[in-house]
């Protein structure tokens, strides 16, 4: 029993026994102390974060507003500006709409005046005559004297009334060619139209007639905007030839066409193909415009050859050859107005014959030269 009750005693002291209130307190106190430091430092970082973005935030509001300060000011500028134009625009329109109004009328004007010119120039073109392949001569002999004489000799079959005159007689090109060139084309005005169509239509019905054993052709002296307009009809032309079709070429470049005992007028190449194909005569356009391609080579042939100098013999004989080839074709197509009258399709043009009229309307290429230039 001793020995029982000993060691009950010594387990007794060994067991902990209850904590007093103080001690909890204590040890409540030291927890709580220590996890309000650590929230301390937390809140002290978050703290220092939050001053940071503040900070941030202070520097862009401050960039922010100074850039809509800016944008205030150019927004002010632009209304002004806007507000500026808009009266400037108001004042401006009705002086704009009134400068539209002139620049039509002086368009109109403009195209009233060059048709005006064109017919000026075609009337001063009444009385000339063209003349290709016709031999050269000297500067001291009169061109006028010598083509006057080979007229009244060699075209004229008849006795030339007292009123018979040329005029004016001149060369194309100035620069006389060099041996074995073609002679450059003569144009010749005479006094009276009268004798103009009598000759063409001597060349027409007898010719071709012969000077110095060269063969001379003659034809109207058209101006460039009718001549191209003619040439148009060419191929045309050549067709109705070969369906045996009766034609004529009016002035300035009216294609008339009798088929099956009626009349049809064309103004232009277009409206005749179109006839032509609802007739079963051309099955196409093709070679209609191809005088005018034809033309607009020569005519770069020929500024290719004043800038490059004069052309070789070779080339002067071809150009010669080509010259002959091509002339029956504008002899043709020019004739083809006397057939039907002296510029037929026009009554103003029919009747109008005063030579005062002719003379003070004289184009550039009657001009008076001196016998150099000749």
């Known amino acids: 029993m001793a020995g029982k009750s000993k060691s009950a005693k ?4 060994t067991a902990p026994g209850p904590v007093p209130n103080d001690q909890q ?5 030291q927890s709580l102390e220590s996890t309000l430091q650590s929230h301390s430092v937390q809140f002290k970082k978050v703290l220092q974060a939050i001053m940071d973005i503040k900070s941030s935030l202070e520097l862009k509001i401050d960039t922010v507003s100074q850039d809509l300060n ?3 000011v150019d927004h002010r500028n632009l209304t002004e500006r806007v507000k ?4 400037t625009l108001s004042k401006t329109s009705p002086m704009v709409s009134d400068k539209q109004k002139q620049i039509q009328r002086l368009d109109a004007e403009v195209k009233m005046l060059w048709r005006r010119a064109e017919e000026a120039e075609s009337r001063s073109r009444r009385n000339n005559i063209r003349f290709v392949v016709f031999p050269e001569h000297p500067p001291e002999q009169s061109s006028e004297l010598t083509i006057e004489q080979w007229l009244i000799k060699e075209v004229l079959s008849w006795s030339p009334s007292k009123f018979f005159s040329v005029e004016r007689a001149h060369r194309v090109q100035r620069r006389t060619p060099l041996p074995g060139q073609p002679p450059r084309p003569s144009i010749v005005r005479l006094l009276n139209y009268g004798d103009r169509d009598l000759i063409l239509q001597q060349f027409c019905s007898k010719g071709p007639f012969r000077h110095e054993g ?5 034809y109207p002296d058209f101006t460039q905007k009718v001549q191209k307009q003619r040439n148009s009809y ?8 070969e369906h045996n079709i009766k034609y004529a070429l009016l002035f300035p470049a009216k294609l008339r066409v009798i088929s099956e005992e009626r009349t049809h007028m064309f103004t232009s190449p277009e409206d005749t193909c179109t006839w032509m194909h609802a007739k079963g005569i051309a099955q196409t356009n093709e070679g209609v415009n191809e005088e005018e391609e034809w033309m607009s080579s020569t005519s770069r042939k020929r500024n290719k050859r004043r800038h490059k100098g004069q052309p070789t013999e070779r ?3 071809e150009e010669r050859a080509k010259v002959l080839k091509e002339t029956p074709l504008l002899i043709q197509n020019s ?8 510029l037929a399709g026009s009554d103003s043009e029919s009747a109008s014959s005063d030579s005062t009229i002719t003379d003070a309307l004289r184009g550039p290429d009657v001009t008076p030269r001196t016998a150099d230039e000749l």
């Open 234 to 241: 060419m191929k045309i032309k050549q067709r109705l030839r």
């Open 10 to 13: 010594n387990q007794e002291r």
């Open 25 to 29: 307190q204590i040890l409540t106190l």
């Open 315 to 317: 080339q002067a004989a």
């Open 214 to 218: 060269s063969v001379v052709h003659a």
């Open 335 to 342: 004739f083809e107005t006397l057939r039907s009258g002296p």
């Open 84 to 87: 500026t134009m808009d009266d």
């Open 70 to 72: 800016l944008l205030r």
